[in-house]
């Protein structure tokens, strides 16, 4: 049996994303705040903002959700292969 490779994600990459996101959108969120125009479109600007973060938040959900689900369904397929292959006997008369 194939057993998959299980890729782990070290603890630098998750820090340097974590803060790579906490830049970007604290930077993003004075950007807005400092703009030269009225409170209701710094506000929109503001709603936009996190209408985008958590749009991707949930993509990035669906996207992993979709493939741990693919990975259950190949080993659920290779188990089944597994147990055919092994009670196949070539040698049997039926």
């Known amino acids: 049996m194939t057993q998959p490779v299980k890729t782990t994600t070290t603890t630098a990459f ?3 994303a974590a803060i790579s996101f906490g830049l ?5 969120g004075i950007g807005i705040a400092y703009l030269p125009v009225t409170t209701w479109v710094r506000a929109f600007m503001g709603l936009g903002l996190l209408y985008v973060v958590t749009s991707t938040f949930t ?6 959700d ?3 689900e693919a990975s259950v369904v190949n080993r659920v397929d290779q188990a089944r292969l597994d147990k ?7 040698f049997k008369n039926d």
């Open 84 to 90: 055919l292959l092994a009670e196949h006997d070539p």
């Open 14 to 16: 998750y820090v340097q």
């Open 66 to 68: 979709r493939s741990e």
């Open 24 to 28: 970007s959108v604290t930077a993003l």
């Open 59 to 64: 993509l990035a959900k669906c996207v992993r």
